[in-house]
């Protein structure tokens, strides 16, 4: 009797095994993709929505979370809305200024410049 009923049976596992990791990495990829399509998405959005009302630049430091000390201890904050890192509000129009054209804490425009 031959053991070549042993072997296919080997042969089978071996190539279903190797499918399924196959299918597990693909299925990975796709999911790292559209990730990353989602967060180029969120980006975008997050600059048309934060730029400087003087000279049109959109923030390039979206921040999502802080660290706060809460109890002697280092906790990250994640914030509700992405803020942006690199403009500050103009404390007399509200509106998102650069620091490039903000002067203590007031826009260039509201400085009337
Ligand atoms: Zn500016
Ligand atoms: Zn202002």
């Given at each position: 009797m031959s053991q070549d009923w042993k072997k296919q049976f080997e042969e089978e596992r071996q190539r279903r095994q190797k499918q399924r990791l196959e299918e597990d990495r693909a299925r990975q990829e796709a999911e790292e993709a559209r990730w990353e399509r989602h967060a180029a998405i969120e980006f975008a959005n997050f600059q048309r929505k934060y730029k400087?009302?003087?000279?049109?630049k959109p923030s390039e430091d979206m921040r999502t979370y802080d660290w706060v000390v809460e109890d002697g201890n280092m906790v990250r904050d994640d914030f509700d809305q992405p803020y942006p890192g690199d403009l500050a509000m103009c404390q007399n129009c509200r509106r998102w200024t650069c620091y490039a054209h903000l002067y203590e804490g007031v826009c260039r425009r509201c400085w009337g410049k």
């Open positions: 400087c009302h003087i000279c049109g």
